[in-house]
């Protein structure tokens, strides 16, 4: 079998696990070859996956970019905002990408390396990894059996969970929209995606409502300071009191910043006394009332698709998992994390005509992991005989076939922030003009 031989720029979170997995569950089929990242420690890390291979490194995707061909596929793992320009260089240099979501935080960039992947005939897939779960497949072969008949309305609900929430969008990388992506597209564009595939028709009209409304300084504690490291009245009470990083919130969400500490970390090295000395001057000490954030906790969107189908979509810092009710003609699915915590299973089916009750369990792969329902694994699993597709437009989650999603998203933003419907054929026309 001939391998396909992997380069990554940008060898954060989501490199380090593609890398990791593929490593782990793929090593007949891939080889690392290599990695540009500014930061040593994660470079190294990734290296640490494949052991006996000389993988070599850089300090910046322009200095492996200067080189000659020194892989098959890259992973761009990048910040939003620095997504486009590697990408496109790594095409025009002859590279197939693996390209993580969102393909950028600009949708006319986003259409420019749609067109130009196309016109170079280049696979890039994007990080889409739902469409990889078992429970979305499951999901997407039961609609096809026919059982619940012809789809009519679907509601879906992301509970984004309140620590990841202001570890991500009020802390961290993702909390300052201007420099990161709204967050109908940082965090939910995976939703866009999986209610557009599992509908299987073009979105045609868009309304979208969502505010920042708990996350902001009105709610702020009475005396409380700006860092959680200077003595707040309530730090025994706050559930988002930044010690707690120290204890039940070190793994994973510690060591996916603390980068210059991480093998540490790993090691269970790094002292109480330094990490607290990390967060007196990090991002992640501050105060979730005191942040520089813009990102909504809540957002609603209501989708209407070519074929009259209508859908709902729920993001809430408030809530934790995926959730997803399907109304067809002859009956209603209805699974996630809460149906999991009262039934006891995964789906479950109520067919109108009998009142039958049909459940389903999902197993995960037990050599994989559970990262995103298990999507990480799948999707690295997928990803070989992804890459050797003959047209590239046929990947599970192309770069072609992803724009959907994207479009979906800046339409619901747009939206939200006018406060208007949005016709998405017009929408992108115009998104076109401007990017031609």
Known sequence: MEKIKLAGIGCGNRTNVYMNLASKLMPPKFDITALADPIKERRDIISSYQQGNRIKHFD??????????????????????????PA?????????????????????????????????????????????????????????SGIVGETVSLNATEGVGAWHQTHSFVRGKWSDTGKSSPMILAKSCHDMDIIFWLVGQKCISISSFGELSHFCSINAPEGAPKRCTDGCPIADSCQYNALLYLTERRNPWLE????????RLDEGGASDSEIIQWLKTSPWGRCVYDCDNDAVDHQVVNFKFEKGITATFTMTAFDEGRNIEIFGTKG??????????????????????????????????????????????GFVQSLYNELKMDNPADMKSSIQISVESHVMAWAAEESRRTNRVINLLEYREQTLDKSS
């Not at 995707?61 to 910040?79: N, R």
């Not at 996916?256 to 093998?263: N, P």
């Not at 006891?344 to 109520?350: A, K, N, S, T, W």
């Open 60 to 85: 910046s995707a322009m200095s492996f970019l200067s080189e000659e061909k020194l892989a098959d596929v890259v992973i761009i793992g990048t910040q939003d905002d620095y997504h486009f320009k």
């Open 88 to 144: 496109m260089e790594a095409m025009e240099k002859g590279y197939d990408l693996i390209l993580e979501k969102p393909i950028s935080n600009n949708l006319e960039e986003v259409l420019i390396l749609a067109k130009r992947a196309a016109e170079l005939n280049r696979r890039v897939i994007i990080c889409h990894v739902l469409r990889y779960t078992p429970i979305y497949n499951k999901i997407k072969e039961i609609l096809k």
């Open 256 to 263: 996916a910043v603390f980068d210059t500490e991480k093998s």
């Open 332 to 377: 209603t699915l209805k699974g996630g994390e809460f149906i999991k915590k009262v039934t006891g299973h995964d789906l479950i089916f109520y067919d109108n005509r009998n009142g039958i009750v049909q459940y389903w369990d999902i197993e995960f792969d037990p050599d994989g992991n559970a990262s995103h329902g298990g999507g990480d694994s």
